[in-house]
């Protein structure tokens, strides 16, 4: 099992940059392609980023493209959301997610945090 724990979320103005964090226990996460989703209130759950094993392989979706940097640190068993010029349309619960391949798709990721409020103030 794995258990993941986002933090960094926070309210910020447009323009601004947060940088989320998911610390992963139980056990290593070094095998795992992981992902970072949102949910906006009133929408269905998004992918925004998603890096794979080794970091060698990144995906974002269009709209946080230049804006948004996944990594991570396998030796400290987490991985990052680095966000830059923050829009409204941002707002959003980030949720973590971990599973066995690198993917858009929500139903392959095994294991997901409980997410972390973003509020992009206009």
């Known amino acids: 099992q794995v258990q993941l724990v986002e933090s960094g979320g926070g309210l910020v103005q447009a323009g601004g940059s947060l940088r989320l964090s998911c610390a992963a226990s139980?056990?290593?996460?070094?095998?795992?392609?992981m992902g970072w989703f949102r949910q906006a209130p009133g929408k269905e759950r998004e992918f925004v980023a998603a890096?794979?094993?080794?970091?060698?392989?990144?995906l974002y979706e269009d709209s946080v493209k230049g804006r948004f940097t996944i990594s991570r640190d396998n030796a400290k068993n987490t991985v990052n959301l680095q966000m830059n010029s923050l829009k409204p349309e941002d707002t959003a619960v980030y949720y973590c997610?971990?599973?066995?391949?690198?993917?858009?798709?929500?139903?392959?990721?095994?294991?997901w945090g409980q997410g972390t409020q973003v509020t992009v103030s206009s």
């Open positions: 997610a971990a599973g066995p391949s690198t993917t858009t798709k929500i139903a392959p990721y095994d294991y």
């Open positions: 139980g056990r290593s996460i070094s095998s795992y392609a």
């Open positions: 890096i794979n094993w080794s970091g060698g392989r990144v």
